[in-house]
């Protein structure tokens, strides 16, 4: 695959498709890391291998800068694991992307390593070739895998006290670096609510009130919009299962609203707006 993902690249630099690529290369570490390979005779730096977890759609958009209405937007390739092209379809939907500017290298995946074990959110992902891409590379995994929401269901057998007190244990750890929120790509308001002084919701201060209020603030903020990437837990210091309180979401969001954040296009249910036949987010 390493090889077809290096001659698509080259192909799209050269004919000028594309500005830029964006894939994996290996770290000084040993591990991966985002590229942005500029020159055709760069292509070569790109990898693939079950240590490339990043979601490289976050790169897409500047966060701090959104384009200025009617500016020239260049196009680049993104290379995309089945569970970063979901991020597509949330983008475009909400209007964040434009499709046409953007040509998706999409991968098949059986899923990424930690720790030399299959990841959590890979052992339960249902999607193990892209929703969205322009070019597929790599044969679809056969196997058929079921989300059965196992890993909620722990949580939700414990009682309200005990349940409280694991997360509060959880939250108790967060030292409000905002990694979370910078890694997930569903998080892009230009002003966060939590870096303004002058918030009405919350302080400054990094006590258990503030702590809890940020994580369940961010988590309703993604409801119907994760897109099950771990990209926020991936980024958190403090190993806060973060993903563990988004799914519970994304289960409620399943059961009510029949809504998977990045199936489709189409924007969630839950923080959307209808008005004269137009769809706003709320």
């Known amino acids: 695959m390493i090889e077809q993902i290096q001659a698509k690249a080259k192909e799209l630099l050269e004919n000028e498709q594309v500005s830029c690529v964006i894939g994996y290369e290996t770290a000084t570490d040993g591990g991966t890391r985002p590229a942005f390979i500029y020159d055709p005779d760069d292509v070569d730096r790109l990898v693939w291998n079950q240590q490339c977890h990043y979601n490289l759609v976050n790169y897409l958009h500047d966060k701090k800068k959104p384009p200025k209405r009617g500016a020239d937007i260049p196009s680049v390739a993104v290379i995309v694991k089945p569970c970063d092209s979901r991020t597509i379809n949330l983008l475009v939907g909400e209007s964040q992307i ?3 500017n953007i040509h998706v290298i999409g991968l098949t995946c059986t899923g990424m390593l930690e720790n030399g074990e299959i ?6 992902c249902t999607i193990r070739s892209p929703l ?10 056969t196997e058929e895998i079921s989300d059965d929401f196992e890993d909620v269901a722990e949580i939700e057998a414990m009682a309200p006290e005990e349940r409280l007190n694991f997360w509060l ?3 108790d750890r967060c030292i409000r670096c905002y990694a979370c929120r910078q890694a997930c790509p569903g998080c892009y308001c230009t002003v966060c609510e939590f870096d303004r002084d002058d918030s009405l919701w919350i302080g400054m201060q990094n006590e258990m009130p503030e702590k809890y209020f ?7 903020h993604l409801a119907g919009r ?3 990437c771990n990209a926020c837990e991936l980024a958190c210091p403090m190993d806060i299962p973060l993903s563990l309180l988004n799914r519970k979401l994304t289960k409620e969001m399943e ?3 029949d809504h998977r954040g990045g199936m489709t296009t189409e924007p969630t249910p839950f923080v ?11």
Request: proline share 4%.
């Open 98 to 100: 434009k499709r046409e």
């Open 119 to 124: 990841q959590t959110r890979c052992q339960h």
């Open 132 to 141: 969205v891409y322009d070019t597929l590379i790599g044969e679809p995994p």
């Open 169 to 171: 244990s959880e939250f």
């Open 214 to 220: 940020f994580h369940t603030f961010r988590a309703m």
């Open 226 to 228: 994760c897109v099950e």
């Open 255 to 257: 059961e009510l609203f």
């Open 272 to 282: 959307t707006l209808m008005k004269d036949g137009e769809i706003s987010l709320i």
